[in-house]
């Protein structure tokens, strides 16, 4: 893709996070298959999961559709707008999704960790690098 092309897809890229909850009535392994799909869902509309909480089965408030638990998956992911309409036609088509709520958020917290880890390396190197000419200029 082209610097500019590539400029002007980044514009689009939203931070977002969606609550999926899958029917407990699954085996681990299918549950696992089901949050998988979703994350190559993302992948594959040029999304980018940042990272997935299992919030493991929980008692819901209220029953839907003769279930009285489910599974939660915190999904946090970059991606543009369209991404979202795809991901709720996907959860609306999917039996064993009783509910989800996705959410555009500001920054991840992944992302705003990463950027003072690398103010933070960028500091230290340059203390490393100060204290290299002293040493050299005494010596």
Do not use: C
Not at 4 to 15: E, F, I
């Amino acid at each position: 893709m082209s610097e500019p092309a590539n400029n002007l897809r980044s514009m689009h890229v939203r931070s977002y996070e969606t609550v999926v909850i899958i029917d407990s009535k699954l085996e681990e392994a299918p549950l696992e298959e089901e949050i998988s799909a979703i994350e190559g869902l993302i992948a594959s509309n040029q999304g980018e999961v940042i990272d997935t909480e299992r919030w493991g089965s929980r008692k819901l408030s209220y029953e839907i559709n003769d279930a009285h638990q489910g599974n939660f998956t915190l999904i946090r992911f970059d991606g543009e707008p369209a991404l979202v309409d795809v991901l709720d036609r996907s959860f609306k088509l999917n039996g064993r999704v009783l509910r989800h709520m996705t959410k555009r958020v500001r920054k991840h917290p992944a992302h705003v960790y990463e950027k003072a880890e690398q103010a933070e390396k960028t500091e230290q190197a340059e203390k490393a690098e100060q204290a290299d000419k002293k040493t050299g200029a005494e010596a």
